[in-house]
């Protein structure tokens, strides 16, 4: 069985631009949530997506969207880079979009802005 | 609005002692509570989950209890090996949909 896989391993982008991290599910697994971690702290819940609808958000502003796709792999997309979204960007995966279903994180994609 | 404390923010110990970190929560209506560690710049390792409706979960030399009115849950580390030197994460999960609220973790260092 597959695990959550995440692309690309780290990333370097300048203020203003846009960016893509993408999100493999484990085998069987139709909901992807993804997080955003900065240096020192807790991940944070950015937004969930099961079964390609969005399931779930956090606090965080519509610059940040994603999709999920009919394999249920998944995308964040972040518009109008800010040095604050410098961060680990972790997704997770999980059977369900119900609080009974185990989360399995990936590994992360590495983000920094400059 | 929940929120989540984990106290220490960093601990050090030598090889060999037992460990107790401690996590945090202000709304007791969680559905369940688990127990990370994180490498770092890794991702999450899921560690030992507790229902709601459970006291404690054991997993070798790992236990950890919830008392969900008092908001508390701690992790019990048994004889600490330098392998054990990680950031450990407590996440509640609020229940409705499948998200989790994390504290900032406490990190780890043991040492030979």
Redesign the interface.
Known sequence: ETG?TQSPTHLIKTRGQQVTLRCSSQSGHN?V?W?QQAL??????IF?YYREEE??R?NFPPRFSGLQFPNYSSELNVNALELDDSA?Y?C?S?R?????????????T?LTVL | KQEVTQIPAALSVPEGENLVLNCSFTDSAIYNLQWFRQDPGKGLTSLLLIQSSQREQTSGRLNASLDKSSGRSTLYIAASQPGDSATYLCAVSPGGYNKLIFGAGTRLAVHP
């Not at chain 1, 369900?96 to 992360?108: H, K, L, N, R, V």
């Open positions: 959550v909901t949530s997080y020192g702290q807790g991940p944070q819940f969930q399931n779930g956090g680990l972790l997770a999980s369900g979009g119900s609080e009974a279903d185990t989360q399995y994180f990936g590994p992360g590495r």
